[in-house]
Nanobody, 124 residues
Framework: QVQLVESGGGLVQAGGSLRLSCAAS????????MGWFRQAPGKGREFVAA????????YYADSVKGRFTISRDSAKNTGTLQMNSLKPEDTAVYYC?????????????????WGQGTQVTVSS
């Protein structure tokens, strides 16, 4: 089992930045791929960013490419999502996820463990 806890969400003006963190505990001795997804009000959950199990490859949704950066500190079992140039359409609950079985995944079914989510609100 892997437990994930997100933090760092909040309210920010358009153009601003936020840094989300995802703390992992439990069976973290196994390597795992990491992903971030988000769910806006009235919409389904969508892929945002993914980091391969080895940590050497990053994948992004077109809507965030060039603005968001996914990374991980394996020594601290913590993942991060740096979000710059935020837009009102980035407003959503953001979830981190961990995949034991896949090298990386850009879809929900590729992930085994999920955090509870953290709210990000971008005002115009």
């Amino acid at each position: 089992q892997v437990q994930l806890v997100e933090s760092g969400g909040g309210l920010v003006q358009a153009g601003g930045s936020l840094r989300l963190s995802c703390a992992a505990s439990g069976r973290t001795s196994s390597s795992y791929a990491m992903g971030w997804f988000r769910q806006a009000p009235g919409k389904g959950r969508e892929f945002v960013a993914a980091l391969s199990r080895s940590g050497d490859r990053q994948y992004y949704a077109d809507s965030v490419k060039g603005r968001f950066t996914i990374s991980r500190d394996s020594a601290k079992n913590t993942g991060t999502l740096q979000m710059n140039s935020l837009k009102p359409e980035d407003t959503a609950v953001y979830y981190c996820a961990a995949s034991i079985g896949w090298i990386y995944s850009t879809v929900e079914r590729g992930y085994d463990y999920w955090g509870q989510g953290t709210q990000v609100t971008v005002s115009s």
